[in-house]
Structure formats: C-alpha cells, structure tokens
C-alpha cells in the first residue's frame, strides 16, 4: 500500500490518461502562439466559463498576480478578504511585483460585509489611492464557499463604482458543485478568474486565467514580464485538457469522502468538527480535547502511511482527493482511534 495523502489536493499525481496525453501531446512555442496543445486548452477554458479568451499559466499564485498587475497601475489600492490566499499565501508578491496597496475587509468564509466594503471605497480626493480591484476567493481557504447572494451584491456594488473583480478560483469547480450550478453561474459576476488545474483535477502542473480578449492580450505581456512565457507548454496543457474534461466530474466523489471522514472523526471523543462548514474536500477539526499533540498525530499517522499536515492556531485540516477512496477514509478513521489512545496512554 501507497500513503493516503491529506496534507492537500495539490498532492495529486496525473492520471494514467494525463500521462498518455502528454506523451503524446502535439507542441510548439507558445509564445509565438503556434502551440496548438495550449490554444485548444485556452479556447475550451473560456469557453467553460463564458468568457472571450484565457491564458495558460505556471501556478495559481502566477495567475491571481498577473491579473493585479494587468488590471492595476502601481499605487492602486486592491480591496480582498482579510484571510484569502492573495493576503496571506502569497508571500506579498502584490506589493513586491505590482506596488499595490492591500486593503482587506473581513472576509468570514469568503464572504463580504457590503457596509463595509461600501465604506472602504475610495472617493474622489487628492489624498486617496485608486481602487483598482476588487478580489473575491471561492472556494476560500476554509473550505468554504460564499453565496452567489453575497458575490452578487460585490459585483453590483463594483459595477456601480466601475471596479473591476478577480476571482482566485483555485477551486472554482469545487465550488460549483457544491453550490449545484454551472461554472458560468459564479462566473459572470468576475471580469477575471484564476482557476487551477493541478489541485482537485490531478494535472501536474498549471492554472487558467480568464477574461476578456483584450486583458488576456494585456496579461500575456505581464506574464512574458514575469517570466511566465513557457515555450513547449503543450506537454502541461495535455494534462490540463483531461483535467478539464474528464475530472471535474470527479471532484463530487471528493467531497462525498470530505463529509464521511468529518462525519466519523466527529464520533471521536474531543475531536470536534462542524459538519455543516465541510462544502468542499476539505475537513477542518480541533483535537485539543483529545489531549494529543498534533505534531505526534503526524508522526503516528506517518508510520501507518498516512500523510497529514500539524495544526494551524490549533486547527487540524483534512483534504481528500482523488487517489483517496472511501477505504481509506475507514481507515484513516481507525487509525485515528488508535492514534489518539496510544498517544494518550503516553
Ligand atoms: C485559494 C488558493 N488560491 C491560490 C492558490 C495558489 O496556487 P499555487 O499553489 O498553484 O500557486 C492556492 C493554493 O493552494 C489556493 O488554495
């Protein structure tokens, strides 16, 4: 037996047919345009989420920082929740590529409070920075994912005062399956998405931005900037294309085993779960009353093949993906049981 990874979705390894894809993909140099592989990859992604055009891009953190640079000047002020990815995991690259200012709003599972996003608007005055941007994130990193109410009344808020709004996407079809609508449904409201291939959907490597033809002509040129212009990138976009066809159908499977697995680890005395915030394939648990420290959990569950991440602020996360069955869940569950009584007799 293998190890069962739950550190998180981007532990995933390309599929058998990912890899047969690539072995196979037909390539040129993207960035003279001709690699036929990425222009069918880009064409069937805006496609998916109604938009005019999309770009191929090295990472997730790549695609939400090119867009900042793309639709703000330098100074521009960005307004985005106060625990999203671009904030806190994305090692200040705003400031650091695009000399933006970040401005957060409270952020409760990605979701906005409209009076305060109405009073952090800037007005007209000498003094004030422009606001540039609007950034949301759905799935957010709670695992959570804000209504299309709240997202609705962000845009028309954004419309009114002619922001435009990113989305970081990552999990974006995560987040379309469980809210039960097409992907269009959460996309309209954005003028860009970055949404990631090599998360849930296995691809080894690669995010999607999109948007309209002229900022994805704007935003090839920030990314050739940023060193992003990948030449034979077909070989990637051979896996993004089975990924994008053939995995999403899979990520319902994901969550399915994210609720047992919450389920079950809330039969374990002192672990509590909320059942009610698990959305997506993720589990968030705090284990404290079981009297065991995280660190010697991860041990533990290392010497029974099952990787899993230390607590952050005392809060442990799950995330199942696509080479984790609902076998494994029994057994992580088990092993969990036994973990916490070994530990504890310590
Ligand atoms: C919500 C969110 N946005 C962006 C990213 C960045 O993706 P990448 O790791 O490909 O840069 C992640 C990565 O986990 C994420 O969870």
Redo the contacts with the bound molecule.
């Keep these: 037996m293998g190890f069962i990874d739950l550190r998180?979705d981007?532990v995933t390894q390309p599929t058998d047919k990912m890899r047969e894809a690539m072995f196979n993909a037909q390539v040129g140099d993207d960035v003279y345009g001709d690699d036929p592989t990425i222009n069918e990859l880009e064409a069937y992604a805006a496609e998916l989420t109604g938009k005019e055009a999309a770009m191929f891009v090295p990472?997730?953190?790549?695609?939400?920082q090119v867009c900042i640079m793309t639709h703000c000047r330098r100074g521009d002020e960005v307004l985005l929740g106060e625990n999203?990815?671009?904030m806190i995991?994305?090692v200040g690259a705003a400031a650091a590529l695009s000399g933006v200012q970040l401005r957060t709003l409270k952020d409760k599972d990605g979701e906005f409070i409209i009076s305060e996003l109405q009073e952090k608007l800037r007005g007209e005055d000498i003094h004030f920075p422009d606001t540039g941007l609007i950034c949301m994130?759905s799935?957010?990193?709670t695992g959570k994912v804000p209504s299309l109410l709240n997202i609705k009344a962000v845009h028309d808020i954004a419309k009114e005062h002619n922001i435009p709004m990113h989305l970081?996407g990552?999990?974006l079809f995560n987040a379309a399956e469980y809210l039960n609508v097409d992907v269009k449904e959460i996309s309209k409201y954005f003028d860009t998405i970055?949404f990631?291939l090599?998360?849930g959907l296995c691809a080894p490597v690669g995010?999607i931005v999109v948007g309209s033809k002229d900022f994805i002509v704007r935003a090839k040129k920030n990314r050739k900037r940023m060193g992003g212009g990948l030449r034979q990138a077909g070989f990637l976009a051979a896996a993004g294309l089975v990924a994008l066809k053939e995995m999403r159908g899979h990520l319902k499977e994901d969550h399915k085993n994210a609720k047992l697995l919450g389920e079950l680890l809330s039969q374990i005395p002192g672990v509590k779960v909320n059942l009610e915030d698990i959305h997506i394939n993720m589990v968030f648990f705090d284990m404290k009353e079981t009297g065991v420290n995280s660190d010697d959990i991860v041990r533990f569950f290392y010497d029974k093949l099952v990787k899993i991440s230390s607590d952050e602020n005392g809060i442990m996360r799950f995330v199942t993906n696509y080479w984790v069955t609902e076998k494994d869940i029994y057994y992580v569950f088990e092993t969990f049981k036994e973990a916490v009584k070994a530990l504890k007799e310590e």
């Design positions: 998180s981007t990472s997730g953190t790549f695609g939400n999203c990815h671009i995991h994305e994130e799935a957010h990193s970081d990552a999990r970055t990631c090599s998360k995010s």
